[in-house]
């Protein structure tokens, strides 16, 4: 009887001590397993950190942008780097897929770079910083006129192959309302913010923003979109003249001592249609001094929305013996110079083109000065991670 009193005890213990090896194995294996799960994510957060430090340096230092290159197989093999190295350490790790997309942050949408630039400008305007740096960069632009040339750079352009927009339409479109003015300079606006971003980081033809860029008049480029500064140029000028043009005819007909003028000359050429001749008279002299007020502001003088009596330039008797070359200076200068004439037709530009034909202008420079091989649309501004370990997938999002 005794002996099956201990027979039973010791089955008992026996079951006990089967049952607690068993928690405690169960403990351990889901130790283990959190170790395994905790030291995983922590490990392929830091490789897709690391992934994202390899940034081009010449880009983020010179445009304040980070991109970084890689199509999928270069990305995955870059992060699969930084992972197997930190994960050879840790026993009992099965790594069974690892895969790393640009997905919604690639370059070959504007999207993150106008989310980047809008995002740098709003930390420049914060750290009040803006001013200062463009105050560096305003030098007069003595740079050699460009053209681009190389096949191979144009195909590879963000803008090749898209529809050409009329910046002369635009500009006399634009006219028909002068007080928009005002909203072009409203800093509560991403658009300001991205105009601000061009004329802090590119050049124009009064002022230099780094001489070691391909074209001397970028900003034009962004507006004209041609292929070489001199292409673009003439088409800013026409702009300007399109805007100008029904802006100073305007002030002609509200003036009646010039339209009273007008009708004197008129009749003196033509008795019989006084009337007529001085409509054609008007507009010949609203263009002579559309054409003046372009000269003016690539002077560096300013030129005023709406004109007065004191800011009006040229005289009719001008028009009429054709001596309109020269520069012609109104008693009174104010108004608004070259360049914020330029953020005023930037503001009516179309954001799609206008970031694209910055993204022209990055790649451009960077092929010239750092890489040349460089294509932008290659890069992302950020990558979607996903890695399968254990049979258990993680998923990270990483976005400068």
Known sequence: MRNSKRGSSTVFVLMIMSAMMTIVFTFFMSARNEYIRSRTDAIANISGDSLMSEYNSYVQQEYGLFLLEGKKSELTSGFRKYFDYSMSGIHGVGIDKVGVVCGGYSLTDTGPVRKQIIEHMRFAVTM?????VMKEAAEENEMDSETLRNRATIVSLPSYGAAETSLTLMAKNIAVNPGSIQHA?????????????????????????DNNH????????????KLSDKENLKAVD?????????????????????????LTVAELLTPEAAPATQLVLAAAWAYAESDNDVTLLREGNKVPVVKDKSTWAVDIDNVIDGFTNGVFRPDVEKGYNYEEYLQWLLFFENEDVKVTRIMDLIQINTRMNSDSDFVIKEHCAGINISAKVNGRTFNYEKKY
């Not at 391909?214 to 004209?224: H, N, P």
């Not at 003249?241 to 001592?257: E, G, M, T, V, W």
């Open 238 to 262: 026409r702009g300007l003249k399109a805007l100008r043009f029904p802006l100073n005819l305007q002030h002609i007909y509200s003036d009646p001592a010039k339209m009273k003028k007008l």
């Open 214 to 225: 391909f074209f001397r008049d970028e900003t034009e480029y962004i507006l004209g979109g």
């Open 185 to 209: 300079f409203s800093e509560k606006t991403e658009g300001y913010l991205i105009n601000r971003y061009i004329m802090r980081y590119f050049n124009n033809d009064v002022h230099s923003a």
């Open 128 to 132: 009040d910083i803006l001013d200062s």
